[in-house]
């Protein structure tokens, strides 16, 4: 029989790299789709495609028919002003689907969380899954709403639902349309707008191996459990180093004071954007970059099987994807 995947997000970073693994190894995929998505990563694949949104109240009917779900769907902003819509696509877009998949019957779930939800560790430290930050220390409203999301999911699991929670860290690689803020990096490197860098850190994978991991996830995760999906643990000057080996071009040297991005974040946020300017940098992306972030992906890796492929080609897939698809 072929296993019918209900997927989120499909349209989005990871879960177009996801969609496409799915079609690879045999499954029939259903992907929700808002109204007003931009379809490009879906283009010419062979899915059933309904439209509609996280909180629809007639999502169980959209998913009906199908075994299995990746919630993979969520809003990503470090602004403020996008607060509520944080937790509306976040936290109760993952309440009703996860209602909704236990009227139609999905036999199992894999919930796409985040490392943001687990925090960070002491200045430097390298966390697992066991971590777990207080959620008033967890830095913006998106990382706790990804938190609160989360926990959604967990109630679920004690309600007896089978569902499995993977966290991403940072991932790299094609497909990512919007960009991604790593990606925003790679073309501020690649377009020479990166005179300077903020000394910070991230774990970094390749977005297929989080599909993977996704697809390993269902196939072998435990119930309840999380599985960081991650691979290297590279500080921001090491990234750039690496790019500038890719490309030839050269990496920036200064490092920049943190109160510098502070408050230029700080005038447009709080001042520019009543006024209808647009701010280029977040309060809490600047906030956020204070330490590394810094996981361990070991448990994935052990029990699930999770790859670890090279990261340079990653970075070489996302340079090349970019290029030919004309964001430089």
Avoid at 29 to 45: F, G, Y
Avoid at 287 to 292: L, N
Avoid at 295 to 312: F, H, M, Q, R
Wanted: net charge neutral.
């Amino acid at each position: 029989m072929t296993i019918k995947a209900f997927v989120t997000g499909g349209t989005g970073f990871i879960g177009a790299n996801l969609v496409r693994l799915l079609l690879k190894e045999g499954y029939e995929v259903r992907a929700l789709v808002r109204p007003q998505s931009n379809l490009e990563n879906l283009k010419n694949l062979d899915i059933e495609i309904v439209k509609g949104d996280l909180n629809d109240i007639n999502l169980t009917e959209k998913i009906r028919g199908c075994h299995v779900l990746f919630h993979v769907a969520a809003h990503y902003s470090l602004y403020q002003a996008d607060k509520d819509q944080l937790y509306e696509s976040n936290v109760l877009g993952t309440r009703s689907i996860l209602n909704a998949a236990k009227q139609a019957n999905v036999e199992r779930i894999v919930y796409t969380s985040s490392v943001a939800a687990i925090g960070v560790g002491k200045p430097g430290e390298i966390v697992n899954e066991t971590h777990q930050s207080p959620v008033n220390e967890l830095v913006g409203h998106y990382k706790k709403s990804k938190y609160w999301a989360e926990q959604e999911a967990k109630k679920a699991i004690i309600n007896g639902q089978d569902i499995v929670i993977v966290n991403p860290s940072t991932p790299i690689g094609p497909l990512d349309i919007k960009p991604t803020p790593t990606g925003d990096i790679i073309l501020r490197f690649l377009r020479r707008q990166m005179p300077a860098y903020v000394n910070t850190g991230l774990n970094i994978i390749d977005v297929r191996d989080v599909a993977q991991g996704h697809l390993l996830a269902l196939e072998k995760g435990e119930t309840g459990e999380r599985y960081i999906l991650g691979n290297k643990n590279l500080s921001l000057k090491a990234l750039l180093e690496e790019l500038s080996l890719l490309t030839g071009l050269k990496a920036p040297q200064q490092t920049l004071p943190l109160w510098l991005p502070l408050t230029v974040a700080w005038v447009e946020e709080t001042l520019l954007s009543p006024l209808g300017k647009k701010p280029s940098i977040p309060i809490d992306g600047v906030k956020m970059s204070k330490q590394p972030m810094y996981y361990d992906p070991a448990k994935a890796i052990n029990e699930l099987g999770l790859p670890s492929s090279p990261i340079e080609n990653a970075l070489k897939d996302a340079i090349t994807w970019f290029t030919n698809n004309g964001y430089l």
